[in-house]
């Protein structure tokens, strides 16, 4: 547990400002935030807030640290690459201020424990990468009273708003359905600049400190959109909509959705070792890797197809129905999806490579460049 009374030197710089002093740092080592990811986002607003002497902070995430992460999760060190996220942020924390208790979920946010997890907090972070949590997210602060804190980022570009439905909208009346995942790439498909969600989750931190403490104006009914190129920010209003399934007159969301619907049984996951023997033997199979250009320049598997996700649902007349197919990709996921929207559009034998091309890299070609 904190302390009972914040430590004066350290906060000797919050306790000048009168709109803080010693009555708004007590009510910070009061209070509590949940972070919903440590990465790009989570990392500098997990950082600050700890910082700043935020009584109790929640770290959800149930990843580990992998290389690729480090060059924007500033929460993680080399040694961490293969520890769970979790517990390497909770020991950076832990150095940084040992005031602040650390209180980690290692485990996927669902429609079962979201409302337990998030009724715990005062704030809710979202430091997510995926739209379907996202709007679990949202969907569950409606419920609670809880106010969303959001932001996400891509390639040079960024967005932050804090949402809460009891005094203004929230990220349903902005977006009002869960989009296609193939027509939005994350961050490991598109590429982020380091340094952007730096920016954006220390903007996140800032709001929710400013919440915390009941001061300034939060960006409730407001969005930040930030240009790195340019070095700029817009400001766009947003407005309640009455229509708005969670938060609306006549709500429609009652339950917040899981954040992952079901694969097809049709669609079967195919190890490395498997797919190697494969090729090599069936002269009918199809293999199609579903990543972006820049990633197929890296490695990608002699015989393969290159059909971005994105591409997928456009190029299906070039395919044949009657060849076997399995998707790759560079961890799993992604062809996981492809290889569902194709058995959907009636290709009778689809599987994808469990595991991705790392897990080839691992398993069958260990020359292959691993990123």
């Given at each position: 547990m904190?302390?009972?009374?914040?430590?004066?030197a350290?906060?000797?710089?919050?306790?000048s400002?009168?709109?803080?002093?010693?009555?708004?740092?007590?009510k910070?080592?009061?209070?509590?935030?949940?972070c919903?990811?440590?990465?790009?986002?989570?990392s500098?607003?997990?950082?600050?807030?700890?910082?700043?002497?935020?009584?109790?902070?929640?770290?959800?995430?149930?990843?580990?640290?992998?290389?690729?992460n480090?060059?924007r999760?500033?929460?993680?060190?080399?040694r961490?690459?293969?520890a769970?996220?979790?517990?390497?942020?909770?020991?950076?924390l832990?150095?940084?201020?040992?005031?602040?208790e650390l209180?980690?979920?290692a485990?996927?946010?669902d429609a079962?424990?979201?409302a337990?997890?998030?009724?715990?907090?005062?704030?809710?972070l979202?430091?997510?990468?995926?739209?379907?949590?996202?709007?679990?997210?949202?969907?569950?602060?409606?419920?609670?009273?809880?106010?969303?804190v959001w932001?996400?980022?891509?390639r040079?570009?960024?967005?932050?708003?804090?949402?809460d439905?009891?005094?203004?909208?929230?990220?349903?009346?902005?977006?009002?359905?869960?989009?296609?995942?193939e027509e939005i790439?994350?961050?490991?498909?598109?590429?982020?600049?380091?340094v952007?969600?730096?920016i954006?989750?220390?903007?996140?931190a800032?709001?929710?400190?400013?919440?915390?403490?009941?001061?300034?104006q939060?960006?409730?009914?407001?969005?930040?959109?930030?240009?790195?190129?340019a070095?700029?920010?817009?400001?766009?209003?947003?407005?309640?909509?009455?229509?708005c399934?969670?938060?609306?007159?006549?709500p429609?969301?009652?339950?917040?959705?899981?954040?992952?619907?079901?694969v097809?049984?049709t669609?079967?996951?195919v190890?490395?070792g498997?797919?190697?023997?494969r090729?090599?033997?069936?002269?009918?199979?199809?293999?199609?890797?579903?990543?972006?250009?820049f990633?197929?320049?890296?490695?990608?598997?002699?015989?393969?197809?290159?059909?971005?996700?994105?591409?997928l649902?456009?190029?299906?007349?070039e395919?044949d129905r009657?060849?076997?197919?399995?998707?790759?990709?560079h961890?799993?996921?992604?062809?996981?999806h492809?290889?569902s929207?194709?058995?959907?559009?009636g290709f009778?034998?689809?599987?994808?490579?469990?595991?991705?091309?790392?897990?080839?890299?691992?398993?069958?070609?260990?020359?292959?460049?691993?990123?």
């Amino acid at each position: 547990m904190p302390p009972s009374e914040p430590n004066l030197a350290r906060y000797r710089g919050h306790l000048s400002l009168p709109e803080v002093g010693i009555a708004g740092q007590r009510k910070l080592a009061q209070s509590s935030v949940l972070c919903i990811g440590t990465g790009g986002l989570g990392s500098p607003a997990s950082l600050y807030l700890a910082a700043a002497g935020v009584g109790r902070i929640g770290l959800l995430d149930s990843d580990e640290v992998d290389e690729s992460n480090l060059h924007r999760q500033i929460l993680f060190r080399t040694r961490d690459v293969g520890a769970s996220k979790v517990e390497a942020a909770r020991a950076t924390l832990a150095a940084l201020n040992p005031d602040v208790e650390l209180v980690t979920h290692a485990e996927r946010l669902d429609a079962r424990n979201a409302a337990e997890i998030l009724g715990g907090y005062d704030v809710i972070l979202d430091g997510t990468d995926n739209f379907p949590t996202r709007y679990l997210i949202n969907d569950t602060c409606v419920r609670l009273g809880k106010p969303d804190v959001w932001a996400s980022v891509f390639r040079f570009e960024g967005q932050v708003a804090v949402f809460d439905a009891r005094t203004g909208p929230c990220y349903r009346c902005l977006f009002p359905e869960v989009p296609p995942a193939e027509e939005i790439p994350s961050c490991a498909e598109a590429g982020v600049l380091g340094v952007l969600p730096g920016i954006l989750g220390t903007t996140q931190a800032l709001e929710a400190i400013k919440l915390l403490l009941g001061i300034g104006q939060p960006l409730i009914g407001r969005l930040l959109l930030f240009d790195a190129l340019a070095l700029s920010w817009r400001e766009l209003a947003l407005a309640k909509d009455p229509g708005c399934p969670a938060c609306g007159d006549r709500p429609a969301v009652s339950q917040p959705a899981p954040p992952a619907q079901a694969v097809p049984a049709t669609v079967m996951a195919v190890d490395a070792g498997a797919l190697d023997q494969r090729m090599r033997e069936d002269e009918a199979l199809v293999v199609i890797d579903c990543r972006e250009p820049f990633e197929w320049d890296i490695c990608h598997l002699a015989g393969s197809r290159l059909i971005p996700l994105r591409e997928l649902g456009t190029r299906l007349p070039e395919l044949d129905r009657a060849r076997p197919v399995v998707v790759v990709c560079h961890r799993g996921p992604r062809s996981h999806h492809a290889a569902s929207l194709l058995s959907q559009a009636g290709f009778p034998d689809v599987g994808f490579l469990a595991g991705g091309l790392d897990a080839w890299a691992r398993q069958v070609d260990a020359g292959m460049a691993r990123y």
